[in-house]
């Protein structure tokens, strides 16, 4: 019988690696992929709830998240297309305009 | 209520005037004069009513209600008021047909009018005030009316900076007035005149402390009160030492320099010494600094006369030393004599005011009499109405000036000690005063002319409307001294308990007497030096080379004042400007907005526009709120 | 034997996790990304939660990571130069943050016995299979939350085309 805590620290540390990818990559496509990381994090968390409280919603929560995750990814890659065209770059850093 | 519209016809015709002016422009007298005209017709028939009854109590408003505190506006007209009443209305009446010809193509015709009707309604609320707040405003509603007319012509400097000097020294004397009307309050709870004399007499032997903080320094009440509302008239009548605005203020037009400063607004703190005899009466220490004052004010100022050399600056400071008389005889208990001489002095100083206008007009604006001469047969009208008004200021036989001078004279012999000392001096300046004014008159009308040639050619007599109020006031001139004016105004007059009453007796005629010669010695003095003997003067006056010259400076009274208040006002001023003002409240402004830029430079670094930036940031948070929650 | 595979399963998504942030080359990053997907698959079956290891594998792998993949190659990304400037405070904070984690789960009691007495009644509602059941409640109590994410989709959508589609060129009268 496994701990309900292992999956929790299980997933806090994926989300935590997914955290930091956002803060140290440079590449715009990375951190997306980092942020994907994170969201897989909370579903491994919510799965491992639904299972130990016997509540089928914890499920149903995951299924949501993933659909709010793919609708995601498409409007985020759309946006990045566009951005593309306006500077070539896939280096964040060079995207600051809203320098104040 | 014919009595409320005896000042408020003149205020409709300043609204009407002042709204109006820039379309009636030239017709401006249309409005003012029959306004004007018809309060004189009232006041003439309040005057009648009053001779005959009792005053006129009247409230019309009830201006402030606070609790204890009430301040109607109301009229108290007893005889005292009624005649102030006429000498206003009728000398405002005849300034205003003056003016017609003397201001003829001004550019501030109208506004000229607008002000003179202003000041004729102020002076008029004045006189029949009957509490001493209404008094008050209307004081100051005077002043201010001064202002406006001395300065009427702004844009020469002389001008508005004499207006404000004006102004500036009358404050000073308002001062002290309002800190009379505050004690007022204090001791009798009501700013009624006829409450507080009821109640004065009980409060004749107060004391007030004046040192707050453990010293002691008892004063008398009620003298401290007379001698504050008295700072005011200092003020106000040109005594010394706040006399200096006078002769400056003679930078105003001349139609003004007659209504306002010989005959009305400058007469009106003796008016306000008698109006409040009652409490005069019962302090015989304030009463003694008036005479003391008055006295004093009228032998100084005839001997600044004595040197001057512009018309109109002989006359204002003659002016000056008449008011010195009128107070001196209040203060020594004549107040009815004091008042005679208002009256009188009103027609024929007004009356020589408007002679030096004309003369003025007539010379295109020339001013120095030693550039004069020769003009009594080219100004018959102007000659003989001057010559009529210095006959009566200097109380020559059988002119109204003759009569009122000797009831000042004859009422300060029988006043005790004091008032026998500043009979002497009373006697003196009516010499002085003999001399002056028909130096005047000899070296402005006699002799050959020094007239500019090409200035001489147009002399000519100016028109009807300017001789017209020159020959009214001629006869009143005269007139005057046989209405019996004191027997008029002696009932509400009271003077103090502890005089006899005065009139008979030897010294009544022996006064008379030397009067008369002191008067006639003048007149004979001033023939000999500028008639018969011309180059007399100039020999004294490089004998007697300090005091000639002292007094020509006018004692070197302005210089003092000049010295002692007003250069250090400003230096402080300017102290203050540029340590407080500038380094102290401007640096804090503007470190307040320098050091927002500061800030918010510093905060701007936040926004480096890079999403990672932010991100990191909201992950220390999420960091710092989990570290919370381990130590929950 | 859960124990095991649980180990395996936990060790190679976190090895892949780090993986896919740790990659100079994008590609590779998408890869092991995928290979994690897969484990993540794999700990879902073994949570009785097969509906979702399915979902999980055609809608992240099948098809989030092909957008990506598709991106990636459009692009012609090549290896990245350097990190962040800030990757010391990145992984610094990452390293508190997961101190804090650990000890805060430590700290909480939850109690095993609770779970046990409950585990057989997931597993004898084999019968019914785990997508019935998701179905069930999906279509009853949260039919208005499926309902809205059918609609986020269908603004996912456009929003995507609106925004990745070129501007069109003016038309000129001539």
């Given at each position: ?21 956002v ?5 715009i ?9 994170m ?5 491994i968390?919510?799965v ?28 985020g ?15 964040v ?8 | 209520?014919?009595y409320a ?8 015709a ?27 017709v ?16 009247l409230?019309?408003?009830s ?39 003397y ?22 609320m ?8 209404q008094?008050?405003v209307f ?9 406006l007319?001395?300065g ?5 400097k ?39 004399f ?9 004391t007030?402390?004046?040192?707050p ?33 006078l002769?400056?203020?003679?930078e ?17 703190g ?5 109006r ?73 100083k ?7 206008g004309?003369v ?9 009499i ?10 018959p ?11 009566a200021?200097?109380g020559?036989p059988?002119t109204?000036?003759?009569?009122s ?7 300060a012999?029988?006043a005790g ?10 006697l003196?300046?009516?010499?002085l005063?003999a ?6 008159v000899f ?23 300017m ?46 007497a ?5 008067g ?42 000049e010295?002692?208040?007003v ?10 400007w ?9 640096a ?5 907005a320098g ?13 480096s ?20 929650y381990?130590?929950? | ?19 896919v ?14 290979v ?7 700990l879902?079956?073994s949570?009785h ?5 399915a ?47 650990i000890?805060l ?17 997931v ?12 179905g069930?409640?999906?279509?009853t ?34």
């Open positions: 019988m496994v701990p309900l805590s292992y999956y929790m620290i299980l997933s806090g540390v994926v989300f935590l690696t997914g955290l930091v990818g803060l140290i990559r440079r590449n496509i990375i951190l997306l992929l980092s942020i994907e990381l969201l897989n994090a909370t579903n968390n919510f491992a709830f639904s299972y130990y409280l016997h509540d089928i919603a914890g499920q149903v929560f995951v299924f949501f998240a993933l659909t709010v995750a793919a609708a995601e990814v498409a409007v890659l759309a946006i990045f297309i566009a951005l593309y065209r306006g500077t070539p770059s896939v280096n850093e060079e995207f600051n305009l809203m320098k104040g | 209520m014919k519209l005896i000042p408020l016809l003149p205020f409709a300043f609204i009407v005037i002042g709204l109006f002016g820039h379309w009636i422009r030239d017709r401006a007298h249309w409005i003012a004069v029959p306004a004007v005209l018809g309060s004189f009232l006041a003439a028939s309040a005057f009648f009513d009053i001779a005959q009854g009792t005053p006129v109590r409230t019309l408003y201006w402030i209600s606070s609790g204890s505190f009430q301040v109607p506006i109301g009229f108290y007209i007893d005889r005292l008021a009624a005649a102030m009443l006429l000498l206003v209305t009728i000398v405002s009446g005849l300034v205003h047909v003056y003016t017609i010809g201001m003829r193509g001004d550019a501030g015709y109208a506004r000229f009018f607008s002000y003179i009707a202003l000041f004729t309604f102020s002076m008029l004045l006189v029949m005030a009957d509490n001493f707040l008094l008050y004081w100051e509603a005077v002043g201010l009316c001064s202002y007319l001395i009427h012509w702004y844009e020469r002389a001008a508005s900076d004499a207006a404000m000097k004006a102004f500036i020294v009358n404050r000073v004397g308002d001062f002290g007035f309002g800190l009379g009307v505050m004690l007022v309050f204090a001791l009798f709870g009501t700013l009624q005149y006829e409450q507080v009821a109640q004065a007499a009980s409060h004749a032997h107060e007030l402390n004046l040192l903080f453990g010293g002691a320094w008892p004063v008398n009440v009620l003298t401290l009160l007379c001698l504050l509302l008295f700072a005011g008239a200092v003020g106000k009548s040109a005594q010394v030492p706040l006399h200096v605005w002769p400056d203020a003679m105003g037009p001349t139609p003004i320099s007659a209504l306002i400063h010989a005959a009305t607004m400058v007469t009106a003796v008016f306000m010494v008698a409040f005899a009652t409490l005069y009466n019962l302090s015989p220490t304030a009463m003694a600094v008036v005479a003391v004052v008055g006295g004093v004010t009228a032998i100084f100022a005839a001997t600044i006369a004595l040197t001057q050399n512009d018309i109109k600056r002989i006359v204002a400071y003659s002016t000056v030393s008449q008011l010195g008389y009128m107070m001196m005889a209040c203060g020594l208990g004549a107040y009815t004599a004091g008042i005679y001489h208002l009256l009188t002095h009103g027609a024929f007004a009356l020589l005011f408007l002679g030096c004309s003025i007009i007539a010379l295109h604006h020339e001013q120095d030693r550039r004069m001469g020769g003009l009594k047969d080219k100004l009208i102007t000659y003989w109405t001057f010559v009529i008004g210095s006959l200021l200097a020559f059988l109204a000036g003759f009569f001078k000797d009831e000042i004279l004859i009422g012999w029988t000690p004091l008032g026998r000392t500043l009979t002497v001096v009373g003196l300046t009516a010499f005063t001399f002056y004014s028909f130096r005047l070296v402005a009308f006699w002799g050959p002319s020094r007239v500019d040639p090409h200035v001489a050619r147009q002399v000519h007599e100016p028109s009807p409307t001789t017209m109020p020159l020959i009214v006031l001629a006869a009143l001139a005269i007139v005057t001294g046989y209405l019996g004016i004191p027997g008029f105004l002696s009932p509400a007059l009271p003077g103090p308990m502890s005089l006899p009453p005065a009139h008979e007796g030897a010294a009544t005629f022996a006064i008379m030397l009067a008369t010669v002191m006639l010695g003048g007149i004979a003095l001033a023939y000999v030096f500028y008639v018969l003997k011309p180059a007399l003067p100039s020999v004294i006056a490089q004998q007697w080379s300090s005091l000639y010259a002292g007094s020509l400076h006018k004692w070197y009274v302005d210089e003092l004042y010295a002692w208040f250069r250090p006002t400003i230096e402080a001023a300017n102290d203050l540029q340590w407080i003002d500038m380094r102290v409240i401007d804090a402004v503007n470190g307040v050091s927002i830029n500061l800030w918010s430079r510093a905060l701007r670094l936040i926004q526009g890079e999403v990672q930036h932010y991100a990191l940031a909201m992950a220390l948070g999420a960091v710092v709120i989990l570290g919370v381990m130590l929950l | 034997m859960g124990i095991f595979s649980f180990f395996y399963f936990a060790t190679v998504i976190v090895l892949c996790a780090i993986l942030v740790a990659f100079r080359n994008p590609v590779y990053s998408v890869i092991s990304l995928l994690l997907f897969f484990h993540v698959a794999g879902f079956v949570l939660a097969e509906f979702l290891a979902v999980q594998i055609i809608v992240y792998a099948g098809a989030i990571l092909v957008l990506y993949l598709f991106v990636v190659m459009l692009l012609n990304l090549k290896r990245d130069d350097s990190y962040q400037r800030q990757v010391w405070i990145g992984v610094g904070l990452g390293a508190a943050a997961l101190g804090e984690v000890y789960i430590a700290k909480a009691n939850m109690e095993p016995a609770a779970f046990v007495n409950r585990v057989s009644q597993t004898s509602a084999a019968q019914e299979g785990n997508t019935e059941m998701v069930r409640l999906l279509y109590k949260y039919l208005f939350p499926f309902e809205v994410a059918s609609l986020i989709l269908l603004v996912a959508m456009i929003g995507a085309i609106l925004l990745a589609k070129k501007a069109l060129p003016e038309v000129r009268d001539k």
